[in-house]
């Protein structure tokens, strides 16, 4: 049925979704610890410096600790700038990052629709296939006792074996199998009763004749 076609392909793309869901997810998760590592370094750098900086305000202090002291204190805010530079590029592929989780959430949303669409279209197809069947069956139960117990048992037996008991001649066409009939096989079934059970030599369905037979 098309409805099942339809909905395996929407369970197909939300599954490629999801995928892509988890990945985008994970690279958040990802960068979230990064982002943290990179402040913490930051925050080690910032108190070195601070504790650098009280050191050289505090009074006796040797000169040629100061000296050092201030050699440290340029080299570390030098540190700072190029990690708060790595935090601001984390920050960015986070937001990055963060933007594809809301597209492939909203992605998942519109497939849901869909195939919560395809899904009632897919069980008012199976309705209409379930009444019909009903229909047909109650037909078949009321057309039954009225045809011969040998014939309905060896329609039965073809349908058993092939799907379908009988065929309609169309045309000069079985309907079961499509070849159409000619030669000695079209005289036969010309010259064959209406009443006799005829069946087709290729396939072995029940022939059945009507005016559009073309005999
Ligand atoms: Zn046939």
Do not use: W
Not at 139 to 147: A, C, F, G, K
Request: charged content about 30%; hydrophobic content about 40%; glycine content about 4%.
């Amino acid at each position: 049925l098309p409805e099942l076609a339809a909905l395996a392909d929407c369970e197909k793309r939300a599954a490629a979704v999801r995928t892509q869901l988890v990945e985008a997810q994970t690279a958040v998760a990802d960068l979230d610890a990064e982002q943290r590592s990179l402040e913490s370094d930051i925050d080690t750098v910032r108190q070195r410096a601070d504790r650098d900086q009280r050191r050289m305000a505090a009074t006796g202090v040797p000169a040629k600790e100061t000296a050092g002291l201030q050699h440290e204190v340029v080299s570390l805010a030098r540190r700072q700038g190029i990690l708060e530079d790595e935090l601001l590029e984390l920050m960015e592929a986070r937001e990055a990052a963060d933007a594809q989780v809301v597209v492939f959430r909203a992605s998942l949303e519109v497939i849901d629709v869909e195939r919560k669409t395809a899904e009632s279209a897919r069980d008012q197809v199976l309705g209409e296939i379930i009444d019909t069947e009903g229909k047909l069956q109650l037909e078949r139960d009321e057309l039954s006792p009225t045809l011969p117990a040998d014939l309905i048992a060896l329609y039965n037996k073809i349908r058993q074996s092939s799907g379908v008991g009988a065929a309609m001649l169309r045309h000069r066409r079985c309907e079961g199998c499509h070849l159409e009939l000619a030669g000695n096989e079209l005289s036969v079934v010309r010259a064959t009763k209406p009443e006799i059970v005829l069946r087709c030599e290729n396939c072995r369905r029940i022939l059945v004749r009507t005016n559009e037979s073309g005999l």
